[in-house]
């Protein structure tokens, strides 16, 4: 009788909480689709150039502590659920039910909820992986190739972990029920949440607070954005005004909620004709009665919303700045810098000969299309260098290998009239920084003579990052006779390549055969202190592997993230005005009765549920909008390089249009599963 019992509350409980069980059907097909990539049974078809196990581990534990984030809303749905029906769990008992076998039921219950969302999100789950796995084959190149298979290893954990939540909240809700006494439950609906009773002066104090806390993170964040604009107002204490400006925010959220019922009232009184004009008077009764019974749940909401938005949006935009810094930190196939001093003797540095390198590697397979040895040299005495390594001179390449490297990268040559020289930068630095020490050096005088800037006195032109020594991201392009007689730095090797490797065999070579090659023909020349490490080594096919990695891993995530925190805060605001239409639904029929017809009930139900789920959403879109535009200010110049105008509008459209699917669906929900509550045709 009682598994009969049970079986029949589950379905009504299905029917009456359609949006919840939607949501955790949707959350553990997620799951199960990110999951299955960790699968023993898992083949992604790709070139070997790729691999993805990092990804894989990455998306297997992360994908664990996001789903956690799921507990707070079964637990948050589950308290609801037996507030609602404590009257109707006290009949059970006063008909002569244990009150154990009935909180019992109740677990049962909510179980079978969940067995059945593990059942369908699985299912759904083998539709969703096909999408993750498009999405990584699509990012790598490579062609997409569908296939639907049930991965036996990741269902078995996707019950387990799925059960295990369900069990743990279902136990709990048991010892809940089975000390609650019998009088406590029949009037425990009435409760609301708890609400401090104050006079006038008290919530007007507090609005203003909010109010103060508002300012305080704008003016922190200005704060901020002041050094961004100016860093000579760099003082460091730029972590100390970020963590304000969120903790203000944080605090000016709650604040604003816990005082927003009184503030409304105080409107409503006010605007004496708008109060009165037809159904105005019940719509601002509704809402404000459901913001002062929940407000800090109205709070946690809003900057649950708001976190899912900056985790769509940043971590969409980080993984396209991490593809577009790969491309201007790596041009080259191949990278062997040498660390400054690494030679005991500055004569030594001209005795490394990397064509022996070359040989080495493409009897590996790697085949050379074309290299330079790029030399570096002291423009100064070598001490300038040494003694002051924040102020470091620029130092110098010649004009031969500097249009060598444009043209391995297909940029036009650079011409150099009579003793001139002219200069190359990174991407990254500040045009201003740039101009002034271009006016500062205009000339240069070498070896008692003099040289001045070209016509063209810079470049910008990327030619990776690890060519510049010095901390202003510079070099000076000289004349190749006047190179030969200035004293020689460093002598690093660049070269593009034509052979597609294996990953394992990328790691072989740098790792191993390059550092290799490089002790067994000039360990004898090392200073002591350089002996371990003399050598930066990059080859793009393996940094191209890892960012692929990273870059995959924070989409993924950051979607599932975003999705699964807005779902939560959707969830509720959608749960709380469903409670509404159940609990309030006399209201209604008092309505008709006052001659009001359905179609305008209809319009009363769309506004008061408009308000609601737009209340919370208008104080995280102010989140974001002052975040964000901290951000997009901050990061102006790693924008418009290392993204683009437009791969940034594009992924800020991604993100928004994921956002506003997500809650037009919740929304759309929500109000015909509110006019099917009311009985409005």
């Known amino acids: 009788m009682y598994a009969k ?160 939540m369900f069990c743990i909240i279902g136990l709990i809700n048991v010892r809940t029920l089975s000390k609650s006494k019998l009088i406590n439950m029949l009037n425990d609906e009435k409760k609301t949440e708890f609400q401090f009773k104050r006079g006038k002066s008290i919530y007007i ?71 009165y004009e037809y159904t105005n008077l019940f719509l601002i009764g509704a809402v404000v009665s459901k913001i002062k019974t929940a407000p800090m749940l109205m709070a946690t909401i809003s900057l649950t919303f708001l976190g899912a938005a900056l985790c769509f949006t940043l971590t969409l935009l980080l993984s396209q700045w991490s593809l577009g810094y790969l491309d201007n930190r790596i041009p080259f196939d191949t990278i062997v810098a040498n660390k400054l001093n690494i030679m005991s003797s500055e004569e030594d540095i001209s005795k490394i000969d990397y064509s022996g390198l070359v040989k080495k590697l493409e009897n590996e397979n790697f085949d050379i299309k074309d290299y330079c040895e790029v030399e570096q040299y002291y423009i100064y005495d070598k001490k300038l260098y040494d003694t002051d390594v ?29 003793n001139e020289f002219t200069t190359q930068w990174l991407k990254l630095v500040d045009d201003s ?13 070498i070896n008692d003579k003099e040289f001045k800037l070209s016509s063209n ?35 690093d090797f660049y070269a593009k390549s034509t052979s597609k490797v294996s990953n394992d065999a990328l790691v072989k070579i740098e790792r191993d055969i390059i550092p290799k090659w490089f002790m067994e023909n000039h360990s004898n020349m090392l200073s002591n202190k350089n002996k371990n490490n003399p050598l930066t080594i990059r080859l793009k096919a393996a940094e191209t592997n890892e960012i692929l990695n990273v870059t995959l891993g924070m989409r993924i995530l950051g979607i599932y993230g975003g999705a699964v925190l807005l779902m939560i805060s959707l969830t509720v605001l959608a749960l709380q005005q469903l409670s509404d239409s159940i609990e309030h639904k006399g209201r209604f029929n008092t309505l008709r009765k006052l001659g009001i017809d359905n179609k305008e009930i209809g319009r009363l139900i769309l506004k008061q549920i408009s308000l609601y789920f737009t209340l919370p959403i208008i104080v995280a879109v102010f989140g974001f909008y002052i975040f964000f535009n901290a951000f997009q200010t ?21 993100s928004l249009f994921l956002i506003i699917v997500i809650y037009v669906c919740y929304f759309v929900a929500t109000y015909y599963s509110f006019k099917r509550n009311v009985d409005v045709r």
């Open 205 to 275: 104090s507090v609005f203003i607070a909010a109010i103060l806390f508002y300012i305080l993170c704008g003016f922190s964040v200005h704060k901020i954005l002041l050094v961004v604009g100016n860093p000579d107002l760099k003082q460091g204490n730029e972590i100390t005004y970020f963590g304000i400006a969120i903790i203000s925010f944080i605090i000016g959220t709650y604040t604003l909620f816990y005082s927003l019922s009184y503030v409304l009232i105080l409107i409503k009184e006010r605007w004496i004709k708008f109060k």
């Open 5 to 164: 019992l049970a079986l029949s509350n589950a379905r009504k409980s299905i029917r009456d909480y359609v949006i919840y069980f939607v949501t955790l059907i949707i959350c553990v097909s997620m799951f199960y689709a990110f999951l299955s990539l960790s699968s023993s049974h898992y083949e992604l078809i790709t070139e070997d150039t790729y691999n993805f196990e990092y990804l894989k581990i990455m998306l297997k534990y992360a994908t664990y502590i996001i789903t956690g984030l799921l507990i707070v809303l079964i637990a948050y749905v589950n308290k609801y659920m037996i507030k609602r029906r404590k009257r109707e769990f006290a009949t059970y008992i006063l008909l002569g039910i244990p009150q154990r076998n009935v909180a019992f039921m109740f677990f049962i219950e909510t179980l079978v909820m969940g067995m059945i969302s593990i059942a369908f999100g699985i299912f759904l789950g083998t539709l969703f992986s096909q999408l993750v796995t498009a999405l990584i084959l699509m990012t790598a190149n490579q062609e997409i190739i569908f296939s639907f298979k049930l991965y036996l290893d990741t269902i078995a954990i996707t019950l387990l972990f799925f059960s295990l």
């Open 457 to 491: 006195p810079y470049y910008k032109d990327s030619i990776g990052e690890y060519i510049y020594n010095s901390r202003e991201g510079g070099l000076v392009v000289l004349p190749d006779e006047l190179c030969k007689s200035l004293t020689l730095a460093a002598k």
């Open 634 to 654: 901050a990061s102006k110049t790693i924008i418009d390089i290392y993204i683009g105008g437009k791969a940034f509008m594009f992924n800020i459209s991604i």
């Open 390 to 418: 924040k102020n470091m001179p620029l130092f110098a390449i010649s004009l031969g290998d500097y249009n060598h490297l444009r043209k391995m990268l297909g940029f036009s040559e650079v011409q150099l009239g009579d």
């Open 433 to 445: 920084l740039l101009n002034d020490y271009i006016s500062e050096n205009s000339t240069l005088k």
